[in-house]
Nanobody, 123 residues
Framework: QVQLVESGGGLVQAGGSLRLSCAAS????????MGWFRQAPGKEREFVAT????????YYTDSVKGRFTVSRDNAKNTVYLQMNSLKPEDTAVYYC????????????????WGQGTQVTVSS
């Protein structure tokens, strides 16, 4: 298990951008595939993006393709989610997740998760 702390959330206008960061503890971060999920009030947790252990592969849910970019810096034990062209429907709490294994899109497959960071997009 790895400890994860998200940051970078906030309030932005539609069309704006935010960059979320997820700082991970431990010396084995480079072995973990990472994921981002989000949850809006009253809705189920939704997969957003995932990245493999070395950053060579990424995958996104259709609704964010072309707008969001997930990346990682293993030297800094950090994964990022760059969010551009934000829409009100992107409003949610965003969670960083980690797992020892391949990329995944199912929340329960991940071993660790952070506390979440709120993203609010105004119209």
């Amino acid at each position: 298990q790895v400890q994860l702390v998200e940051s970078g959330g906030g309030l932005v206008q539609a069309g704006g951008s935010l960059r979320l960061s997820c700082a991970a503890s431990g010396r084995t971060f480079s072995r973990y595939a990472m994921g981002w999920f989000r949850q809006a009030p009253g809705k189920e947790r939704e997969f957003v993006a995932t990245i493999n252990f070395n950053g060579d592969y990424t995958y996104y849910t259709d609704s964010v393709k072309g707008r969001f970019t997930v990346s990682r810096d293993n030297a800094k034990n950090t994964v990022y989610l760059q969010m551009n062209s934000l829409k009100p429907e992107d409003t949610a709490v965003y969670y960083c997740t980690a797992r020892l294994g391949p990329m995944a899109t199912t929340w329960r497959t991940f071993d660790s998760w952070g506390q979440g960071t709120q993203v609010t997009v105004s119209s």
